[in-house]
Nanobody
């Protein structure tokens, strides 16, 4: 089982980036995939998750309306389209397999459990300049 995240870079505030998470050793029809980020000195934050069969998408409150998660099962790849980026979005972004298939809270936000994240990709750095 492997996940590989890429697509990070430097972008100005208000700009866009698309991250990709390429997976191998399993299929996207069987497992949900989550995106997470961690900024220096801050805790890990759930960004988004997409479920296995239905492809339902869930987001963290801070990125709702700006980020969009999608996937291409044939390419074994999950995408995170990030628009209207802010300096506060600066972080290392990771993708992970969520064996609980993207649980969510009463607000419909992605609400992960660490024990359910059983495989991680390496991080990709996103830097948003003001």
């Amino acid at each position: 089982v492997q996940l590989q995240a890429f697509g990070g870079g430097l972008v100005q505030a208000g700009g866009s980036l698309r991250l990709s998470c390429s997976v191998s050793g399993f299929t996207l029809e069987d497992h949900g995939i989550g995106w997470f980020r961690q900024a220096p000195g801050k805790e890990r934050e759930a960004v988004s998750c997409i479920t296995s069969n239905e492809g339902n998408a869930y987001y963290g409150e801070s990125v709702k309306g700006r980020f969009t998660i999608s996937k291409d099962n044939a390419k074994n790849t999950v995408y995170l389209q990030m628009n209207s980026l802010k300096p506060g979005d600066t972080a290392v972004y990771y993708c992970a397999r969520d064996i609980w298939n993207c649980p969510y809270d009463y607000s419909g936000n992605y609400y992960y459990t660490s024990a359910a994240l059983d495989a991680w990709g390496q991080g990709t750095l996103v830097t948003v300049s003001s």
